[in-house]
């Protein structure tokens, strides 16, 4: 789970997501308030984006609170399409582990 809008710490996760994925782990993140907002936060010095296409590309999967993205009045995109609680909650309850960013 990401709530930060931090740009190191969101492409940190990003990056322990992708090295998870390619470990064969089901990975799943989803992101919840400010968290909503990674795919405005690239910087010269961290790409989040490209951390997003990596982590979808070695299999994982992301996941974006609608009501986070509606305060914003922000849509889902293809990396980050809207979700819920619900969603959420089946990902916690499914889970082994939950990391948060």
């Known amino acids: 789970m990401i709530y930060s809008n931090d740009p190191e710490t969101v492409w940190n996760a990003f990056r322990l997501g992708v090295f998870s994925s390619r470990r064969e ?3 799943k993140i989803f992101l919840l308030a400010k968290g909503v907002e ?3 936060l690239d910087t010269e010095r961290f790409h989040i984006i490209k951390g997003m296409r990596a982590f979808i590309d070695a299999g994982g999967e992301i ?3 609608g009501t986070c993205l509606k305060i914003r009045q922000s849509e889902g995109s293809p990396l980050c ?3 819920t609680m619900e969603d959420l909650y089946q990902l916690i309850s499914d889970s ?3 990391v948060t960013f």
Do not use: G, R
Request: aromatic content about 0%; glycine content about 0%; hydrophobic content about 40%.
């Open 38 to 40: 990674s795919e405005s």
């Open 96 to 98: 082994d582990k939950v």
């Open 25 to 27: 782990d089901i990975v």
């Open 81 to 83: 399409p809207i979700s």
């Open 63 to 65: 996941l974006a609170s």
